[in-house]
């Protein structure tokens, strides 16, 4: 794989198509105009990364092309009621607390065209000493992602009945070892 910086370089030379996810040191997502992204692709191969294809999405996801979207989200949220958040969240786009509501409409709507910083975050949240992660859902490509970039973090999901209630285990042992 290509290395973030190198991948930049090349959308920045291409245009039109900017990178959108940093999935894994190595696993970048970039997001743009298809013909752009097209290019982009046929030059990160060129210089010598190890795969590139098209991901089946409907637009350009996390990326400046969204920024309209976002807007109209916000306006749409604006009057649902939400609480201030009781447990700690962290922005993948900031890599800051979300300290309230207000706030956290802020960082829903610009997540549409802001950048993921997967890696960065996961990063932190190891740093911080977060002892256990937990994919809820039916796969298991955050727990992939998450030990590329880190295998001495505890991840659990909730792909199969097993795993949910190994992952409940995990909890319960972690909440007693405090």
Sequence with gaps: GLSPEKVNSICQQVGDVQVAILN???QIIVSGIGSSVRRAMELSLKEGALDAYILPIATSYHSRFMKQSG??????IKDINLRDPRIPLISYLSLDRIPNKKELKNVMANQLSGPVLWVDLIKKLSNSNT???????????ISRAVRWIDRNIEIANTATKVKLLKAIESYRRLRNSK
């Design 24 to 26: 894994t040191p190595r």
């Design 71 to 76: 807007i109209r989200f916000l306006r749409e």
């Design 131 to 141: 002892r256990l992660f937990l994919e809820v859902g039916s796969g298991e490509v």
